[in-house]
Nanobody, 120 residues
Framework: QVQLVESGGGLVQAGGSLRLSCAAS????????MGWYRQAPGKMRELVAT???????NYANFVKGRFTISRVNDKNTVYLQMNSLKPEDTAVYYC??????????????WGQGTQVTVSS
């Protein structure tokens, strides 16, 4: 069974920083694209950033220059370094991973979510 376990959320003042981590565990063949999404109260879940297994990254416009996504493939772990946080960044952040258990079939998995709250 595949699990994505997130950590690193919390409460921070505006202008502060947080680092989220997400590790994939279980029995699988490989992990392809990993990413972070967020959902604020009353809003739809939205893309924050993704990173392919080869390192190519993609960011939402609202985090460019402030957030950095990275990964350690040997550890099946993805990170999100969040700097210059704003109150509007307050949301539940979810990790997502495209995982192959049996080739060539790829499935999408989600973490349980971690709360990020930015106070003004």
């Amino acid at each position: 069974q595949v699990q994505l376990v997130e950590s690193g959320g919390g409460l921070v003042q505006a202008g502060g920083s947080l680092r989220l981590s997400c590790a994939a565990s279980g029995s699988f063949s490989s992990v392809n694209t990993m990413g972070w999404y967020r959902q604020a109260p009353g809003k739809m879940r939205e893309l924050v950033a993704t990173i392919a297994s080869g390192g190519h990254t993609n960011y939402a416009n609202f985090v460019k220059g402030r957030f950095t996504i990275s990964r350690v493939n040997d550890k099946n772990t993805v990170y999100l370094q969040m700097n210059s946080l704003k109150p509007e960044d307050t949301a539940v952040y979810y990790c997502n991973a495209a995982i192959i258990i049996y080739r060539p079939y790829e499935s999408s998995y989600w973490g349980q979510g971690t709360q990020v709250t930015v106070s003004s």
